[in-house]
């Protein structure tokens, strides 16, 4: 069964860059699309991005300009860095691996799930 | 930015029916997901392709979809099932991941 599991800092300053990476386990990431997902303390879910096991991404509009995500297939593991942040951004990060349910709809659903991880953005 | 809505919440005594609308333009094209959330938990797949209902989820779960508007229906409401609950869908395009803003069920 694939587990995931988000790593990186709790801790991020305003206007400072947010890492965090996703350590797929009992499985490849290659031939999956893998999502980040981000929800606000008592707040609703937010799809932040995707991508693909050879590197191509999509990105919610809203925050394209600030998001980057990148894929490492030898290590099994995929990140996400989101810039300039502020207090707005904090949030308890997920990253999902997609079942795409149509070939030309890669977002299809979110099948597994990692445990999430608190970041607050605070100086 | 393409929205999916949902009522923010329902309502239900236990052994009722709930159920809980999500509604978008795009949803006569894309297929719609729901999730089940709990406190402190990742979302759970309860519903996927509009009425597809996964393994291990009980038979109480259904879904359907009508126009713009898709259904998620809990029959027999039990008490584990206060949870809130997320639609998600695509834009027309299928190219953007989109979630309702998530419908908080109280059983009473």
Same mark, same amino acid.
Do not use: M
């Given at each position: ?123 | ?11 239900? #005594?236990? %052994?009722? &029916?709930?159920?809980? !609308?999500? *509604? =978008? ?7 719609? /997901?729901?999730? @089940? ?27 359907? #979809?009508? %126009?713009? &508007?898709?259904?998620? !229906?809990? *029959? =027999? ?7 809130? /609950?997320?639609? @998600? ?20």
């Amino acid at each position: 069964q694939v587990q995931l599991q988000e790593s990186g800092p709790g801790l991020v300053k305003p206007s400072e860059t947010l890492s965090l990476t996703c350590t797929v386990s009992g499985g490849s990431i290659s031939s999956y699309y893998w999502s980040w997902i981000r929800q606000p303390p008592g707040k609703g879910l937010e799809w932040i991005g995707y991508i693909y096991y050879s590197g191509s991404t999509n990105y919610n509009p809203s925050l394209k300009s600030r998001v980057t995500i990148s894929v490492d297939t030898s290590k099994n593991q995929f990140s996400l860095k989101l810039s300039s942040v502020t207090a707005a951004d904090t949030a308890v990060y997920y990253c999902a691996r997609h079942r795409v349910v149509v070939a030309a709809t890669p977002v299809g659903y979110f099948q597994h799930w990692g445990q999430g991880t608190l970041v607050t953005v605070s100086s | 930015s393409y929205e999916l809505t949902q009522p923010p919440s329902v309502s239900v #005594s236990p %052994g009722q &029916t709930a159920r809980i !609308t999500c *509604s =978008g333009d795009a949803l006569p094209k894309q297929y719609a /997901y729901w999730y @089940q959330q709990k406190p402190g938990q990742a979302p759970v797949l309860v519903i996927y392709k509009d009425s597809e209902r996964p393994s291990g989820i009980p038979e109480r779960f259904s879904g359907s #979809s009508s %126009g713009t &508007t898709v259904t998620l !229906t809990i *029959s =027999g409401v039990q008490a584990e099932d206060e949870a809130d /609950y997320y639609c @998600q869908s695509a834009d027309s395009s299928g190219t953007y991941g989109v979630f309702g803003g998530g419908t908080k069920l109280t059983v009473l």
